[in-house]
């Protein structure tokens, strides 16, 4: 496709970005953050309002500010910011904001959700900055890098008590990959029978997802009912985010988390000048290295669970993210490459699904579970460009991923995630449409990589 096709689409994703930009009050605040869909996600969502930040960095730094301004605004005095933060106006979505007990622990009286979302926070802050002009710019970085390095102490203080370098997640929803095949065997460790009846009741009666979404689309109900159990159990246990890590049934080490985390430090690093966050990010590197299975020439997460290190060997496209973060060189970077460019595993007609086509677990429309997605997508790219730079294969793969992305958003507007391959149209629309972040990293992508300006 030509650049005056995606010039043309990134005047559609301009228009769709501005149109879902909500200003919200709560109690004496004031906040604008776009929302990830009016069809259904009415709230602001942690990772998501990251990448509407490096979208609206382009077309406008001040909104980008704004984003990012709202999103710290619901942050808790130990740091966590949640990975949804309610908009006490909005009743629509479920969980609603009644179904975390967390309430007490917001500084601004401001109802989030208690657990987090991939750490892309400093990424997002340090592009905006960077299309800031020099005053704006130290006045943004003055304001938001305190409730960064807090964020970041945070999860360096209470998310790896193994010292591993990696981070634990404690909720499928907290890897941003809600149902990917990743999560099935912890989540059957969870029996259903062993679910309380409120958590079950309050599941059949408010779950939304299902009546506003196709059921065949979406993750089946006894997965829901124990992300609703951890939810609960977590309320029980007030939060105490040691307690839970100690003793959750699930709590795994997660590959694009931690990517995501090493990658932030980077970031972090450069913002504030502080060497720490480039210890933390090697830290992090070096435990992704030892998740790294040579035989499937994959790099795993780790079910961590009550003293557990039991390696998951799903083939997703979390294994590639590493790359995002310079942790692949050699024969992992050929191992890495010759699985990615496989066209029967991931490298259909529109790359990169989220599930290995040849996965038992493969679901061509089922969310994380076959469907390409522009986030994990983004990721890639800004990963194999960064690899290309020593690596010509991953340089032109690089090039390859960014113009299949850029072309299959152009082509088929702004959903929330697309269709890899199959009987139907590559790239055709699933999930809910005029998707934010779908907008936001077009215009990332674009302006980055792809336009002469
Ligand atoms: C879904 C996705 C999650 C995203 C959210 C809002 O829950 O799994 O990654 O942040 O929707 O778009």
Redesign the pocket.
């Known amino acids: 496709m030509s650049l005056g096709t995606w010039r043309a689409a990134a005047e559609r994703a301009e228009s769709v970005l501005r149109s879902n930009i909500v200003e919200v009050t709560v109690g004496d605040k004031r906040l604008r953050h776009a929302i ?2 009016p069809a259904f ?1 009415v709230h602001q ?4 309002s990251c990448c509407h930040a490096m979208g609206l960095a382009h077309i406008g730094p001040e909104d980008a500010v704004d984003e990012l301004r709202s999103l710290v605004a619901g942050q808790w005095r130990n740091g966590q910011i949640g ?1 949804i933060t309610y908009n006490p106006a909005e009743y629509s979505y479920y969980p609603k904001a009644e179904c975390w007990d967390t309430a007490e622990f917001s500084a601004a009286g401001i109802v989030a959700a208690g657990i987090a ?1 991939p750490p892309l926070l400093a990424i997002s802050v340090e592009r905006v900055a960077a299309q800031l002009d020099v005053v704006q710019r130290e006045a943004f970085l003055a304001e938001i890098l305190p409730s960064v390095v807090s964020y970041h102490e945070y999860l360096r203080r209470h998310r790896d008590p193994e010292e591993s370098g990696l981070l634990t997640m404690i909720h499928p ?1 907290e890897s ?4 990917s095949p990743r999560w099935d065997r912890s989540l059957a460790t969870i029996s259903v029978d062993d679910v309380p009846t409120q958590v079950i009741e309050d599941v059949d009666k408010n779950r939304s997802d299902t009546v506003t979404g196709k059921t065949s689309h979406r993750p089946n109900q006894d997965d829901y009912y124990r992300y609703m159990y951890l939810v609960h159990l977590y309320n029980e246990l007030h939060w105490d985010v040691d307690t839970i890590v100690a003793t959750s049934p699930f709590a795994i080490k997660d590959i694009l988390f931690n990517s995501a985390w090493v990658r932030a430090n980077e970031s972090l690093a450069r913002l504030t000048n502080d060497a720490v966050y480039e210890e933390w990010a090697e830290q992090g590197r070096a435990g992704l290295h030892k998740t790294w299975d040579a035989e499937r020439r994959q790099f795993c997460d780790v079910d961590v669970s009550n003293g557990k290190w039991e390696p998951i060997h799903e083939s997703t496209i979390a294994m590639f993210t590493p790359l995002w973060c310079a942790a692949a060189e050699g024969e992992v970077l050929d191992g890495l490459l010759a699985r990615l460019s496989d066209p029967e595993e991931f490298w259909p007609e529109c790359p990169v699904p989220t599930t290995g086509l040849n996965s038992s677990k493969f679901d061509l429309l089922r ?2 579970r076959g469907p390409t997605w522009p ?1 994990t997508n983004t990721i890639l790219i800004e990963g194999l460009l960064r690899t290309g730079e020593t690596s010509e294969r991953a340089r032109l793969l690089g090039n390859q991923l960014l113009a299949s992305t850029l072309d299959m958003i152009a082509d088929h507007g702004f959903s ?1 995630y697309y269709q890899p391959t199959g009987t139907s149209e590559a790239g055709a629309l699933l999930g809910f449409g005029r ?1 934010s ?1 779908s907008a936001a990293l077009f215009l990332h992508l674009f302006h980055s990589f792809a336009s002469e300006n």
């Open positions: 990830p869909s996600y969502w942690f990772w998501d990975a979302q929803w941003g990959c809600d149902n969310y994380w986030i929330e998707f972040w």
